[in-house]
C-alpha cells in the first residue's frame, strides 16, 4: 500500500484544518489506518487511529473532543478534521496503514509526512 498526504499549512490558533491520505495498491488488505505527529527532537506520536473490521476509534487525550479520524472507502482516503488548533499542534503529521493477508503477512505503510504550524 502506498499512502500520499495533502492538507498540511500554517494556521492561527483555533482554526481548523483537515488531512488527507489517499491510498493504493492493495487496499482491501488495509487493517488499521491512523495518524501520528512528530516534532523535532522528539519520537513520532499516535494522534488516531481506526480498526477497519468493526470502526474502532482511538485518540491520544491531547486531541479527544477536537480531531476526528475519518475513512471514505470509496476512494480510498483517511481524513484527519483538526479543530480548535493549539501552538501544541504544531508537528509533521504522518499518515500509517497496517496491512496484510495471510499470504503476505503483515506490513506497515507511511506517508511521507505533511507540516501543520498553528500560530498566530
Known amino acids: 500500500v502506498q499512502l500520499v498526504e495533502s492538507g498540511g499549512g500554517k494556521v492561527r490558533p483555533g482554526d481548523s484544518l483537515r488531512l488527507s491520505c489517499a491510498a493504493s495498491?492493495?487496499?482491501?488488505?488495509?487493517?488499521?489506518m491512523g495518524w501520528y505527529r512528530q516534532t523535532p527532537g522528539s519520537q513520532r506520536q499516535l494522534v488516531a487511529n481506526l480498526m477497519l473490521h468493526n470502526s474502532a476509534e482511538n485518540y491520544a487525550e491531547s486531541v479527544k473532543g477536537r480531531f476526528t479520524i475519518d475513512f471514505d472507502s470509496v476512494r480510498d482516503t483517511m481524513f484527519l478534521q483538526m479543530n480548535s488548533l493549539t501552538s501544541e499542534d504544531t508537528a509533521v503529521y504522518f499518515c500509517?496503514?497496517?496491512?496484510?493477508?495471510?499470504?503476505?503477512?503483515?506490513?506497515?505503510?507511511w506517508g511521507q509526512g505533511t507540516q501543520v504550524n498553528v500560530s498566530s
Open positions: 495498491g492493495s487496499t482491501s488488505s488495509i487493517k488499521m
Open positions: 500509517y496503514v497496517l496491512w496484510g493477508t495471510v499470504e503476505t503477512g503483515l506490513k506497515n505503510s
